[in-house]
């Protein structure tokens, strides 16, 4: 094979390889959910953390993004267990974009920037942490305090 032919095949291989990775990465889909806003909380049922198969078998989901008409971006929510919860604002602190939920890491796609499930900065460029939210639950729903 000359250094053509050999440059070429490569080429294709990364190009194969890139397509099948994000091919994979959009099978992976985070549940999200409406929530309502009140006297500055959002509430969102807790059974959101739960899918139901056809079969009736219930699985937990570790984390519910959690979408608000007025509130530019979304918060995630993740099930700490024992009903205790972690709100993250998926607003990057480097420059304001959206963060996207990755299971227990959140990245920014717009300079890389990537964080824990707590919000902690785990790469830069961001500096700051991101906004994190006190939470509360009852039996039946989860409560997002914003102030």
Known sequence: MDRKQFIKACGISCLGFST?????TGCASVYSVQGTVSDKTIYFPKDSFFQTKKSGEKI???VVVVNVENLKFPVA???????KYTAVWL????QGNEVSVHGDSLSCSA???EYDRSGKVTKGPAKEDLRKFNVRSDENSVYILLA
């Open 20 to 24: 099948a990775t994000l091919s994979l």
């Open 60 to 62: 937990a989901r570790q």
């Open 77 to 83: 929510v993740y099930d700490d267990g024992n009903d």
């Open 91 to 94: 607003k990057c602190s480097h």
């Open 111 to 113: 300079h890389g920037s």
